[in-house]
Structure formats: structure tokens, C-alpha cells
């Protein structure tokens, strides 16, 4: 790949990271915001040649050329944010434009709530080895790569040996301040042995503010712990959101992420897990509601490289309007990882001849004790269960309209957390296209 | 109430319905039996207006209206039930959201007020009480992982709760045990009522000895063939269809 | 063979012998071969030899400067060491050649005794079977049985260069619209040189009284071949083509880039089916057959079919997707694959189902059995175009495992634009049934029949779509590719 970084946008960015001031942190992170602002500028955007962006072309960036932002300071706003997904009385943290608050919330005892900046002091040798690991080389990773490169933004989540920390709540949003910039920002979560966090991210903005967010989250997970992640993307239409999520597992851990992707003009999600430990399990549940122009973008990437570990993908998309929805589950099976169980299931209703889905699931098998299945269907809504609605009286347009729902309801379903799964199904409901097929005729 | 006049329907292009009248009265049970084939389920079907089936003559008055004319959902409204010989699956769908969402496009179609959930949830439970139902079938996804029982009772708890005028069960008692053939016909007895007709569409008569009909009707290639009362059903069971087939029909019918 | 591990488990199957290549043995005649190298003068040469006209000539010379500015495809799951394309040689035919036989009793013996060993049903046994045999020996093609009798019924059935000469518009007509000449590195390559091949041409309302069959062999050593084959089924015609590959034993790898195009007019129907024999290469994976070849079919008409059969045992690597352009509508495109990777084979294959018209329809079977080293790779796209209303796809897609050591990998690619589309994929991939194993050894069967038992149901769904002659040929040709892989 000896591609010369010809596009206007990247030679933007390269400006501006030869232009930002010089930024706070030891020494091994200038160097590498340094290869990595080399790699992000050799690599170029990535287009339809580049295998993982084939179906995601970045037009809308390219129109809107974000710049890169510098760092917000101020404490954020309460009216910048919409209501929160969860009513419960729980620890919120709160990012605007990609900037999180200096002040972060108290937290119950065993949960530590760090900044990036603290957290590079307190957990020195670990952030050492985890920073540097996330991937930026090549086309396909050049927003990890500007994520590096620009790294000021983050947070930093900690959860003790054996300690449950229940429910953390981030929110996300833009105000206009926020219009054509790039917000940068990563996360980083750290659960010791045996400890419990369930992470739930809104993406909603009082506002149809055209913001970008470039965000990565790495996540390690140590023995026995487990992570429930569930992200809500309510984003108007004019918001792009890139996020990139890489989990390290040891031995027993569980991450189990559950994505609905409900709003956004571009949404794309990346996950690369690695079960690197034996009895890891990696679970990627979501529904994807899309209508006029929108686009999302699930790439999901499970590594099985220990005997006995599992996986599981499942994915629901519904289609209206000029939407397209694209679908990419992998999963390796390495040498020696026998005993893997692997499953992917994506299932899309299509309801517009203007959308458009994209499903692609793989399978990288090197080991036999392995039972891995995976399907893919992309078609209509079953005829027979409408007419049975239809006979107990419900109107054509609400039988399709229900049916569609609970096609996403599979998704919602498979939530432990019951409230949120209500609150959820609700938001699926009303997330359903305008340009339902059947509703022109019959209403 | 209903009144079938020399219908004819096709499914696929092929003829099934070929000329069938019938005629019930408010409150009364009607037993529909046959040979397999003879076109029992059709009728069911036509009547609540499946797509697929093609009424290519004939009429089916209900309540003095043109029942053809209506949309699937206007029929229901307008009272007609079908249970389902195979209730469909509807994974996603909550029981007592689905039911609450057509107990309340019926009531708006007749201009009655909507129920708000407190309001449902008491219907519902009155209903589940009076069919001996457990109600964990609330919490469940329409028919999804039901068994056979269950789903055809499912049916029967639809109809209490939606209180139609003209219920159509279709081969309602197929595929039941003794036990739970019982708790069906207990449930559509419990359901009888003097302005309630009901059509029971059944290939075997021992539903009848749970539901006994005001008629019985014997439907082959299509027609009507014979009719009588509930005596009909038990000759049909000692002798089978095949006598109608040589002559038998006068002896009986009348 | 076998990995060590797990010794305890496989030495009670890995002690079955692991079966010669019974393929592989060289014939001893004089050929007349190009030196190695590739240029403009080489295409020239090529084509002067062959006394084609013109435009051909000039055909050649397009493609080939397309293919200078080409680089060889990446994205496929295999290993491949570069290739030197400058050390292959472009041309080789067996010199009696240049007094061409007449009829087949003028071929030379020891090229008929070359079938007899292949098995091929050439000669008084072609007319037992039934079959019409197009045998391409290297790169040209040597006889052609049945030539007469197809004549009577009007189909034409004869090499690619006799085409050339004899139906030249029909050529010209049909040459690369299936398969353009730009359209991939080693289409373009073959298009450049391509040496012989079969040339098949049904009339309209014709169905071809028998089976038309090919068998290919590279014999030469260091020699590519680059055979075209180029199939016409008009209005409503109904073909069924074979096509059986083999090559010696050599210690280098051999290139094998063909192209194959299909044309099917309204109401028409093409079978296609191949079983692929190439040298695999030896157990440590030195020398075989690179096997990269393009396929496709083009659905032109309302109602037309297209069915693809292949079963693939042999070649080093295998690069191939037998594709169906569905243009015509209510045309059916099918793709039915048994692939088997042993020792280090590797392959690629799948098919790609390309939906145009409305209320078209396609399947895909595919059943890949991974062993020793091998790697295995099912790849495949199906798309539907907003134009195809109602279309249909339903895909299955099995992979078994046989030992610690092969890989089993499913890349399918689906792209639907059109709601009323139906799309069905489905995937496994698991270790040869234990249960199934136990299951026959405890009825008294030995392990090396249950295998072959159990991997033979496991390819039912394919065998069955070949023609009788050819599923018996496939059945064994499995059994002896999978001798001693077993663990």
C-alpha cells in the first residue's frame, strides 16, 4: 500500500495536527501521536477499494470537512442534553461535542471515574502497554489512527476486584459549537477480577447539530468480569458517528453489547473482541431502524484465540426511505481455540426500493472442535401473520407497522436489564420508517 | 345472522367452493364436517376474507351486510372470528399488547371508547378466570413456543375477550388430547350465547359430543350434501363419508 | 501428515496409505512448446500460429496491454508465492499437430492411450457412454468425437481455434461479452494468450441429443494453460456440458488460467459441470496446479437457466466463481460446489448470483470438506439489483473439518436493493460428525468407509445435480483425495 495521501480532507487534518499546540503526556504518547498522525496521513480515507469501507462511503464528511477539534474547556450545560434513557438515579457523565467534563460525578465505592490526563498518571504501566494497541495502520483504521493522533479527550472507567458497580450512564450530544468539528474522545474501561459494569451510551442532541464524533473505547476485561454495554443512537440525521471499540477478555470474562442504532445520518460502529482467555464470551445483539437518507454501519470482529470461549452476533435492520444498513459479523477461530461456539444471525426487513442492505457474514475457522453457524436473510414481512392481525381486526398499515416492531423486539428481548428494555422497545416503536410498504394504499 | 348463497371459490386457480349454501340463525352452532378435501378450512378462510381465496360466484350475507366486500379487519370488526387451525407464531408481539390493540381498533370501528390498560387488564383477567387460563400467557409473545393446547386455547381466550358475533372455529379440536379437547369445548360452551353464532368446522365428531351443534352439515366436493341435526354427526361417525357417496344423502337429509 | 497433536486420535485413521496421484504420470511425446516469457511478439506468435484473423490478433493485443497495467488479485484467502509470469511458456502442442489427424483412428496412439489411462470415454467407449469428448491436451485440442451425429441435430460442437476458422461471426459475436477482457488479471491474461478450447453452439429449439464433454490436461512441463471455452444455447436449446480436468506430477507449480463463457438466450438452458482433478501437489505442498479461473454465465433471456455443478479435488490452489448473470427474467441461476482441500491444497470458490430481472431466482449449494492442511474458503455474492422485483436467492453453505490442522473460512457477500427481494443464507461449519463416526464403527463399518460414507452424504445435495458417469467419477475421486486425512 504505497497510496500518496492526495485527499484534501487528510491533508486538512495533517494541518491540522502540525498545527495543534503541543499536548500534554509522557513521552511515549508524543511519539506516538506522532506515527500515528504518519499512519492516518499514508493511508488516505478509506474508499469503496478499501474492503472493511465498501459499502460506507464517507461523501458526508468529505462535503462537510470537519476540522479536528481542539480541546472545549467550561463545564457542560444540562439544556444541551436530551432526557436520559434510563430514569433511574444513576452516576451520568456527560460529553458535549466529544469534550467530557473535567468534574466527573461521585461514584459508588469500588468504581473509579478517572480523566484521561489522570488516568495516564495513575495507571502508568497499564496504559503503556493498552493506548498503543488499538490498531491505526492502513485506510481502514485511519479514525483510530486521528483518534491517536489527537488523544487529549478521554475518560477513564475502573472497576475493583469482585465489586458489582451497576449502572454508569454517559451521554452524549452536540451543541452547535460542535458544527463542523471532529470530537475526539476515548474510553477506557478496566475491570479487575470479577467485577460487574453495565455502561448504557445515549447519543441524542437537543438540536440537529452536523457534529462528528470519532470514538474509541478499549475495554480489558480481567478474569470472571463482565461488561454489559448498551449504546442508544438517537442522533439527528445530521450527525456522523464513528465509533471503535476494541475488548480484550481473559479467562470466564462475558462482554455483552447490545446496539440500537435508531438515529444518526452516518453511524458506523467497529468492534474488534479478543477472547483471549478460555470460557470468554463475546455477545453482539442489535437492531438498526433507519428511514430517509440515513446510513449504519456494524462491523463486528471476534478473535477466539482460547480453547472453550463463545460468541454470538444478532442483528435486526429495518430499511425505509433511501436508508442503507450494512451488516459485516467476523469471527476467527484460531488454531487450538476447540470447544468455540460461534453463532451470527442477521435478519433485515427491507420496506423502501430505495434502501438498500448489506449483510456479510464471515467465518474463519482453523480449529474443529468448533460448532459454527451463521444466517443472513434479507426479505418481507410474513404474510400469514398479517392476515391472522388483520382477522382479529387491526388495520393493514398497523399490522405491518406492529410486525415490523416486533421484528426489532428480538432484540429488545434479549436484554437482562428489564427496564431498559421496555424504555427501548418503546423507542423502536416509535423509531419505525414513515414509509412503511402497504401504508400508501391503505391509509 | 349468515346467509351463504351458492358460493364458489377457487384457491390457485382451483376450484373448491362449488355452489355451497348455508344459512344460520343469531345464537345458534352449526357443525361443519367432511372428507379431507372437501373444502371445511376454505370456507373458514373465505369467510374472513384470506387473501388467495377467490370468491368467483355467489354471496355470503352477514348480518345483512356484503361480507365480501369487507377488508379482513372490517370483517372483524364487524364481528366475525376466526380461530385458526394453525394460529401463527408472532415472535416480538406481546399476548395482551396484541389483543389490546385489536380489542380496541374493534371498539373504535363501533365508535366505543378505547380501553386504557387498567381498564383492559380487568377484562382480561375476568376472561382468563372464566377459561381457567394461567396468566403467564399474558407475558408471552403470541403463540410463540406454544403447544398445540395452547395455542388452540389462545384462540378460544381471543374470542372471549373480543366477543364476536359469528366465531368460525376451524378444525379447533385437531391435534388435541382428550384433556385438553375438554377444556376447549368447555370454553366455547362457556362462550355460547343467544346472539353469538358459531360455525364449527370439524373432521371428527367427538368435539361434538362437547359442542352440541343446533345442525350438522356435511360438506363434500365443495357442497353442502347433507344436513341434519346432531344424530348426523353420529352415523357420520359410525359409517364414515363414504355412503353419502352412493345415495345416502336423502335418507338423511330432512 | 496430519498434525502431531492429538496422536491418541488420529494414528487410528492416519495409518491408512495415502493413495499416489493416480493421475500423474507424463506422456512421452514430442511437443512443440514457445520458450518461457510474455510479450507482444509471444501474443503475435500465438495467434500467427493458430492462422487467426485480424481482429482476434488485435483482440489479443488489447487485452494483453490492459493486463501489462493489471496486478494479480490479493483479496482472496489464499498464500500464493509470486508468480513469475515470465517463466511460463504460453504455448504447447503435441508436434504431430502440424499434420493434423483426421479422424480419431489417425491421432497418435500414445495420446489415445493417454485417455485410456485418464479414463476418458474417448473412442468406441465415448459411444457406450454416450458422451461427445473435446479433448484438450495442453493447449490444443486433439479430436472431437461425435462430430457427425451432432452435426445432424445442428449443434456445433468443435475446438475453439476450428471455430475461429469455421464460425467466425458467431465468435466475434459472442467472444468476451460474457466475460470482458478487462474484467480480472488472469481473465485478461488468458484473453491475451488463450490457446485452444471448446466451442459449443446450440440452435434455437434444439436439445442436444448427448452429454458434450471436455477433459483438459497439461502435460508439458512449464507450460500455463489458458483454454477458452465458449458456450451459445439459443431460444429455447437445452445443453448439458462436462468437463474433467487432470495433469502429471511435476515438482512446479503449473498455471491454469481459463475462461469460460456462457450465453443462454430466451428458454434456454445450460448445465455446466466440472469435476476438477488438477495435481493437488505432494503431502508438504511442492508443485500442483494454480487453478484460477473465471466463469460465468449470462442469463440473456426470459426464462433461461443456468446451472453450474462443480466438483473441485484437485489443483495446489483453487481460484474460481462460476457466476450467473440473471438478465432475463424469470431466469434461474444455480451453483451447486463440492470443494475438498487435503494435505496444503488451498481454495478459494464460491459464485457470485448477480439479479437483474424480475422474479429471478438463484441457488447456491455449497459444501466444503477441509483435511490435512488444507484451507478452505467459500466466497460469494449474491446481489440484487433494484431492478429485480421479486427475486429470490436461497443460499446453504456446510463446512466439515477432518483433523486439527485445516482451516474452513465463509465469506459470503450479500447486497440487496430491492424490497421485494427474499434473500436466505445459511452457514455451518463443524468437525465430521463423532457421533455419526461411533455410530457406523459400532454397526461394524471401518472408520475409513464411515468417513467416506458420511462425507458422501455430506455432498449428496451436489452429487446429485451431476450426471451419472460423473457422479460415480466424483464419489471415487473424493474417496482417494481424502485417503489418509483422517483425525
Known amino acids: 500500500m504505497t497510496q500518496i495521501a492526495s485527499h484534501p480532507l487528510i491533508e486538512q487534518w495533517a494541518e491540522d495536527f502540525r498545527s495543534q499546540p503541543d499536548l500534554p503526556g509522557p513521552e511515549w504518547l508524543q511519539q506516538l501521536r506522532q506515527s500515528a498522525a504518519a499512519e492516518f496521513i499514508s493511508a488516505g480515507l478509506p474508499g469503496?477499494?478499501?474492503?472493511?469501507?465498501?459499502?460506507?462511503?464517507?461523501?458526508?464528511?468529505?462535503?462537510?470537512?470537519?476540522?479536528?477539534?481542539?480541546?472545549?474547556?467550561?463545564?457542560?450545560?444540562?439544556?444541551?442534553?436530551?432526557?436520559?434513557?434510563?430514569?433511574?438515579?444513576?452516576?451520568?457523565?456527560?460529553?458535549?461535542?466529544?469534550?467530557?467534563?473535567?468534574?466527573?460525578?461521585?461514584?459508588?465505592?469500588?468504581?473509579?471515574?478517572?480523566?484521561?490526563?489522570?488516568?495516564?498518571?495513575?495507571?502508568?504501566?497499564?496504559?503503556?502497554?493498552?493506548?498503543?494497541?488499538?490498531?491505526?495502520?492502513?485506510?481502514?483504521?485511519?479514525?483510530?489512527?486521528?483518534?491517536?493522533?489527537?488523544?487529549?479527550q478521554g475518560l477513564v472507567i475502573r472497576v475493583g476486584v469482585n465489586c458489582d458497580a451497576g449502572t454508569l450512564l454517559l451521554r452524549w450530544a452536540f451543541n452547535e459549537d460542535g458544527a463542523k468539528a471532529i470530537g475526539n474522545a476515548r474510553i477506557v474501561i478496566l475491570l479487575e477480577q470479577g467485577a460487574r459494569l453495565e455502561l448504557v451510551e445515549q447519543f441524542d442532541s437537543v438540536g440537529d447539530v452536523a457534529g462528528t464524533l470519532n470514538l474509541v473505547?478499549?475495554?480489558?476485561?480481567?478474569?470472571?468480569?463482565?461488561?454489559?454495554?448498551?449504546?442508544?443512537?438517537?442522533?439527528?440525521?445530521?450527525?456522523?458517528?464513528?465509533?471503535?471499540?476494541?475488548?480484550?477478555?481473559?479467562?470466564?470474562?462475558?462482554?455483552?453489547?447490545?446496539?440500537?442504532?435508531?438515529?444518526?445520518g452516518l453511524v458506523r460502529h467497529e468492534f474488534s473482541s479478543r477472547l483471549a482467555g478460555p470460557g470468554a464470551s463475546a455477545g453482539f445483539d442489535g437492531a438498526f431502524v433507519l428511514d430517509r437518507k440515513r446510513h449504519v454501519d456494524n462491523h463486528i470482529s471476534v478473535d477466539h484465540a482460547s480453547a472453550g470461549c463463545s460468541s454470538s452476533q444478532f442483528f435486526r435492520g429495518v430499511l425505509g426511505g433511501k436508508s442503507r444498513g450494512v451488516f459485516n459479523g467476523k469471527a476467527l477461530i484460531r488454531p487450538g481455540a476447540d470447544g468455540s461456539s460461534v453463532r451470527q444471525s442477521n435478519a433485515n426487513l427491507l420496506l423502501s426500493g430505495l434502501a438498500e442492505v448489506d449483510t456479510k457474514p464471515e467465518l474463519e475457522i482453523y480449529a474443529d472442535e468448533v460448532e459454527a453457524s451463521h444466517g443472513a436473510t434479507v426479505g418481507q414481512l410474513d404474510e400469514e401473520a398479517v392476515f391472522y392481525l388483520r382477522s382479529r381486526g387491526l388495520s393493514d398499515p398497523m399490522a405491518r407497522r406492529?410486525?415490523?416492531?416486533?421484528?426489532?423486539?428480538?432484540?429488545?428481548d434479549r436484554l437482562a436489564n428489564r427496564e431498559l428494555a421496555e424504555q427501548l422497545s418503546a423507542l423502536v416503536d416509535s423509531a419505525m420508517p414513515k414509509s412503511m410498504i402497504g401504508q400508501e394504499t391503505q391509509e | 345472522m349468515l346467509e351463504i348463497k351458492n358460493l364458489h371459490a377457487t384457491v390457485g386457480g382451483k376450484p373448491i367452493l362449488k355452489g355451497l349454501d348455508l344459512s344460520i340463525a343469531a345464537g345458534e352452532i352449526h357443525a361443519i364436517m367432511g372428507p379431507n378435501g372437501a373444502g371445511k378450512s376454505t370456507l373458514g378462510n373465505v369467510i374472513a376474507g384470506r387473501d388467495g381465496y377467490e370468491v368467483?360466484?355467489?354471496?355470503?350475507?352477514?348480518?345483512?351486510?356484503?361480507?365480501?366486500?369487507?377488508?379482513?379487519?372490517?370483517?372483524?370488526?364487524?364481528?366475525?372470528?376466526?380461530?385458526?387451525?394453525?394460529?401463527?407464531?408472532?415472535?416480538?408481539?406481546?399476548?395482551?399488547?396484541?389483543?389490546?390493540?385489536?380489542?380496541?381498533?374493534?371498539?373504535?370501528?363501533?365508535?366505543?371508547?378505547?380501553?386504557?390498560?387498567?381498564q383492559f387488564l380487568k377484562l382480561v383477567r375476568e376472561k382468563l378466570e372464566i377459561l381457567h387460563i394461567s396468566d403467564d400467557l399474558l407475558h408471552r409473545a403470541v403463540n410463540e413456543g406454544f403447544s398445540g393446547g395452547e395455542k388452540k386455547r389462545n384462540e378460544i381466550f381471543q374470542m372471549a375477550v373480543l366477543e364476536p358475533s359469528l366465531a368460525i372455529l376451524d378444525e379447533t379440536d385437531s391435534g388435541l388430547d382428550i384433556d385438553a379437547l375438554r377444556l376447549v369445548a368447555e370454553g366455547v360452551n362457556r362462550l355460547r350465547s343467544a346472539d353469538r353464532s358459531m360455525i364449527v368446522v370439524t373432521h371428527y365428531q367427538r368435539l361434538l359430543?362437547?359442542?352440541?351443534?343446533?345442525?350438522?352439515?356435511?360438506?363434500?366436493?365443495?357442497?353442502?350434501?347433507?344436513?341434519?341435526?346432531?344424530?348426523?354427526?353420529?352415523?357420520?361417525?359410525?359409517?364414515?363419508?363414504?355412503?353419502?357417496?352412493?345415495?345416502?344423502?336423502?335418507?338423511?337429509?330432512? | 501428515?496430519?498434525?502431531?497433536?492429538?496422536?491418541?486420535?488420529?494414528?487410528?485413521?492416519?495409518?491408512?496409505?495415502?493413495?499416489?496421484?493416480?493421475?500423474?504420470?507424463?506422456?512421452?511425446?514430442?511437443?512443440?512448446?514457445?520458450?518461457?516469457?510474455?510479450?507482444?511478439?509471444?501474443?503475435?506468435?500465438?495467434?500467427?500460429?493458430?492462422?487467426?484473423?485480424?481482429?482476434?490478433?488485435?483482440?489479443?493485443?488489447?487485452?494483453?496491454?490492459?493486463?501489462?497495467?493489471?496486478?494479480?488479485?490479493?483479496?482472496?484467502?489464499?498464500?500464493?508465492?509470486?508468480?513469475?509470469?515470465?517463466?511460463?511458456?504460453?504455448?504447447?502442442?503435441?508436434?504431430?499437430?502440424?499434420?493434423?489427424?483426421?479422424?480419431?483412428?489417425?491421432?497418435?496412439?500414445?495420446?489415445?492411450?493417454?485417455?485410456?489411462?485418464?479414463?476418458?470415454?474417448?473412442?468406441?467407449?465415448?459411444?457406450?457412454?454416450?458422451?461427445?469428448?473435446?479433448?484438450?491436451?495442453?493447449?490444443?485440442?486433439?479430436?472431437?468425437?461425435?462430430?457427425?451425429?451432432?452435426?445432424?441435430?445442428?449443434?456445433?460442437?468443435?475446438?475453439?481455434?476450428?471455430?475461429?476458422?469455421?464460425?467466425?461471426?458467431?465468435?466475434?459475436?459472442?467472444?468476451?461479452?460474457?466475460?470482458?477482457?478487462?474484467?480480472?488479471?488472469f481473465a485478461a491474461l488468458n484473453s491475451a494468450v488463450f490457446s485452444d478450447g471448446s466451442f459449443v453452439f446450440i440452435p434455437s429449439g434444439v436439445r442436444c441429443p448427448m452429454e458434450l464433454s471436455t477433459y483438459f490436461r497439461i502435460n508439458a512441463a512449464e507450460t500455463g494453460q489458458f483454454e477458452r471455452t465458449l458456450i451459445i444455447a439459443e431460444d429455447s436449446s437445452h445443453v448439458s456440458y462436462l468437463e474433467g480436468c487432470t495433469a502429471p506430477m511435476r515438482d512446479e507449480n503449473q498455471l491454469h488460467a481459463a475462461v469460460v463463457e456462457l450465453v443462454a438466450l430466451e428458454d434456454a438452458e445450460i448445465k455446466y459441470s466440472t469435476v476438477q482433478n488438477w495435481y493437488p501437489g505432494d503431502e508438504n505442498g511442492v508443485g500442483g496446479i494454480y487453478n484460477f479461473v473465471t466463469k460465468r454465465g449470462d442469463c440473456r433471456g426470459d426464462r433461461s437457466k443456468i446451472s453450474w455443478?462443480?466438483?473441485?479435488?484437485?489443483?495446489?490452489?483453487?481460484?474460481?466463481?462460476?457466476?450467473?448473470?440473471?438478465?432475463?427474467?424469470?431466469?434461474?441461476?444455480?451453483?451447486?460446489?463440492?470443494?475438498?482441500?487435503?494435505?496444503?491444497?488451498?481454495?478459494?470458490?464460491?459464485?457470485?448470483?448477480?439479479?437483474?430481472?424480475?422474479?429471478?431466482?438463484?441457488?447456491?449449494?455449497?459444501?466444503?470438506?477441509?483435511?490435512?492442511?488444507?484451507?478452505?474458503?467459500?466466497?460469494?455474492?449474491?446481489?440484487?439489483?433494484?431492478?429485480?422485483?421479486?427475486?429470490?436467492?436461497?443460499?446453504?453453505?456446510?463446512?466439515?473439518?477432518?483433523?486439527?490442522?485445516?482451516?474452513?473460512?465463509?465469506?459470503?457477500?450479500?447486497?440487496?436493493?430491492?424490497?421485494?427481494?427474499?434473500?436466505?443464507?445459511?452457514?455451518?461449519?463443524?468437525?465430521?460428525g463423532e457421533d455419526q463416526l461411533f455410530y457406523c464403527l459400532q454397526r461394524g463399518i471401518s472408520e475409513e468407509d464411515a468417513v467416506s460414507m458420511i462425507v458422501d452424504g455430506f455432498c449428496k445435495q451436489v452429487f446429485r445435480e451431476l450426471p451419472m458417469e460423473f457422479a460415480v467419477e466424483a464419489k471415487a475421486l473424493l474417496e482417494v483425495s481424502l485417503e489418509g486425512a483422517v483425525g
Not at chain 1, 471503535?244 to 442504532?261: I, K, L, N, P, W
Not at chain 3, 495415502?18 to 501474443?43: A, C, M, W
Not at chain 3, 430481472?357 to 488444507?374: E, F, L, M, P, V
Open chain 3, 309 to 432: 455443478t462443480q466438483v473441485e479435488t484437485g489443483s495446489a490452489i483453487t481460484w474460481k466463481y462460476p457466476s450467473c448473470v440473471l438478465r432475463g427474467e424469470r431466469s434461474v441461476g444455480e451453483f451447486y460446489s463440492v470443494a475438498l482441500t487435503n494435505n496444503c491444497q488451498q481454495a478459494d470458490t464460491g459464485t457470485k448470483m448477480i439479479h437483474i430481472g424480475r422474479d429471478t431466482r438463484s441457488k447456491i449449494i455449497s459444501k466444503g470438506i477441509s483435511a490435512g492442511r488444507g484451507q478452505n474458503a467459500y466466497r460469494g455474492l449474491v446481489r440484487i439489483s433494484k431492478s429485480a422485483a421479486n427475486a429470490r436467492n436461497f443460499t446453504q453453505c456446510d463446512s466439515m473439518l477432518i483433523g486439527k490442522g485445516c482451516g474452513a473460512h465463509t465469506f459470503p457477500y450479500i447486497e440487496v436493493g430491492n424490497p421485494s427481494a427474499k434473500v436466505e443464507h445459511e452457514a455451518t461449519t463443524s468437525r465430521i
Open chain 3, 1 to 185: 501428515m496430519t498434525s502431531d497433536q492429538n496422536v491418541q486420535d488420529t494414528t487410528s485413521v492416519d495409518h491408512f496409505v495415502q493413495q499416489k496421484y493416480r493421475h500423474g504420470f507424463v506422456t512421452d511425446i514430442e511437443s512443440e512448446t514457445v520458450p518461457p516469457g510474455l510479450n507482444e511478439d509471444i501474443v503475435r506468435w500465438i495467434s500467427a500460429r493458430k492462422g487467426e484473423p485480424e481482429w482476434l490478433l488485435e483482440w489479443r493485443l488489447q487485452a494483453y496491454r490492459r493486463w501489462l497495467d493489471m496486478q494479480a488479485p490479493d483479496w482472496a484467502h489464499l498464500q500464493i508465492d509470486p508468480i513469475d509470469f515470465q517463466a511460463i511458456s504460453y504455448f504447447s502442442a503435441p508436434k504431430s499437430d502440424k499434420d493434423r489427424p483426421q479422424s480419431l483412428d489417425e491421432v497418435d496412439p500414445k495420446l489415445l492411450e493417454t485417455y485410456d489411462k485418464l479414463g476418458v470415454p474417448l473412442h468406441e467407449r465415448a459411444r457406450l457412454a454416450g458422451v461427445a469428448v473435446d479433448a484438450v491436451f495442453d493447449s490444443v485440442s486433439v479430436g472431437t468425437t461425435f462430430r457427425k451425429d451432432l452435426k445432424k441435430a445442428g449443434v456445433i460442437f468443435c475446438s475453439f481455434s476450428e471455430a475461429v476458422k469455421d464460425y467466425p461471426e458467431l465468435v466475434k459475436k459472442y467472444l468476451g461479452t460474457v466475460v470482458p477482457p478487462r474484467d480480472n488479471f
Open chain 1, 217 to 264: 473505547t478499549q475495554a480489558e476485561l480481567a478474569e470472571g468480569s463482565c461488561l454489559v454495554h448498551t449504546r442508544v443512537m438517537k442522533e439527528s440525521d445530521e450527525a456522523v458517528i464513528l465509533t471503535s471499540t476494541a475488548v480484550e477478555q481473559a479467562a470466564e470474562s462475558s462482554y455483552q453489547y447490545s446496539g440500537f442504532d435508531l438515529g444518526g
Open chain 2, 56 to 118: 368467483t360466484a355467489g354471496e355470503v350475507l352477514y348480518q345483512g351486510k356484503n361480507l365480501l366486500e369487507l377488508e379482513p379487519e372490517e370483517r372483524a370488526c364487524e364481528g366475525v372470528f376466526l380461530a385458526f387451525q394453525y394460529p401463527v407464531e408472532i415472535p416480538g408481539v406481546n399476548n395482551t399488547y396484541f389483543l389490546r390493540a385489536a380489542l380496541n381498533a374493534q371498539r373504535k370501528y363501533r365508535d366505543q371508547p378505547e380501553l386504557d390498560s387498567m
Open chain 2, 209 to 254: 359430543d362437547y359442542i352440541i351443534p343446533d345442525a350438522v352439515h356435511v360438506l363434500s366436493d365443495g357442497k353442502i350434501v347433507a344436513s341434519g341435526d346432531a344424530q348426523l354427526a353420529l352415523k357420520l361417525e359410525d359409517q364414515g363419508y363414504s355412503w353419502l357417496e352412493d345415495g345416502g344423502i336423502e335418507a338423511v337429509a330432512g
Open chain 1, 402 to 412: 406492529l410486525l415490523t416492531a416486533a421484528f426489532c423486539h428480538a432484540v429488545t
Open chain 1, 48 to 152: 469503496r477499494k478499501t474492503e472493511a469501507w465498501k459499502y460506507t462511503p464517507l461523501r458526508i464528511l468529505e462535503q462537510r470537512a470537519p476540522a479536528m477539534s481542539r480541546k472545549l474547556t467550561g463545564d457542560h450545560s444540562e439544556s444541551d442534553f436530551p432526557a436520559p434513557v434510563i430514569s433511574a438515579e444513576i452516576p451520568t457523565i456527560d460529553g458535549l461535542n466529544g469534550c467530557l467534563p473535567e468534574q466527573l460525578p461521585a461514584t459508588p465505592a469500588g468504581l473509579e471515574l478517572l480523566t484521561l490526563e489522570k488516568g495516564l498518571v495513575t495507571c502508568k504501566e497499564q496504559f503503556e502497554k493498552l493506548i498503543p494497541a488499538i490498531e491505526t495502520s492502513g485506510a481502514s483504521r485511519v479514525f483510530a489512527a486521528l483518534n491517536t493522533a489527537f488523544l487529549q
